[in-house]
């Protein structure tokens, strides 16, 4: 056993922790500058661990910005859980928005970056359930599933960040924005529209 020679001891990090601190770094670069601009050094100095430590989780850059887009992908997949009630799977989703409104600002650069969304596991999930509601007596039989979810999904990311922005200029809280945008868009998508009015 070695001699404590009094002078403090490097501290150890608990790997899963480094591992989060990175991804959150990460996810925070990336909603703030996009992911073609992010590096693993910036985001090491930005998780206060060194680089050697950031590379040791991630190799790449692409790996890093995957795990990201995997780690919302997993987050969205709790809320948007089969089965739930159209109401609170909206008010869940809302909730996320308003609670991290970085995700809002990645989706924004993912979608404008040209990724396919066709093959991403969220957009998957989101879109079985805007089909899920055209099926049902609620929606009108000439419904576009995959059109209404490009808008629902455009503007809930956009009306989250106006939300966050009215918030931190002294407005009424991103919450009480969402909570308004979630009543309504529940009212719109439970609206039936007859034929002789479209």
Known sequence: MAPDTG???????DPRATYEAILDAALRN??????EVLSVSEVAHRAGVNRTTAYQHFRT???LVAAVIDRLSNEFHRVLE?????GERIDRMLELYARRPEIARLWLFYML???ELRED??????????????SSDEAHPANDPETFASILFGATLVWSLLAERDAAGGGAGARQA???????LKRVLTLRVSGENQ
Do not use: I
């Open 30 to 35: 990336m909603a703030e500058h996009g992911p």
């Open 82 to 86: 089969p089965g739930m009630p159209l």
């Open 113 to 115: 970056s040209g990724a």
């Open 61 to 63: 850059r692409e790996r």
């Open 121 to 134: 596991p969220v957009w998957q999930r989101f879109l079985e359930s805007m089909r899920a509601l055209a």
């Open 7 to 13: 002078e403090p001891r490097p501290r150890r990090r």
């Open 178 to 184: 969402m909570a308004r945008f979630g009543s309504e």
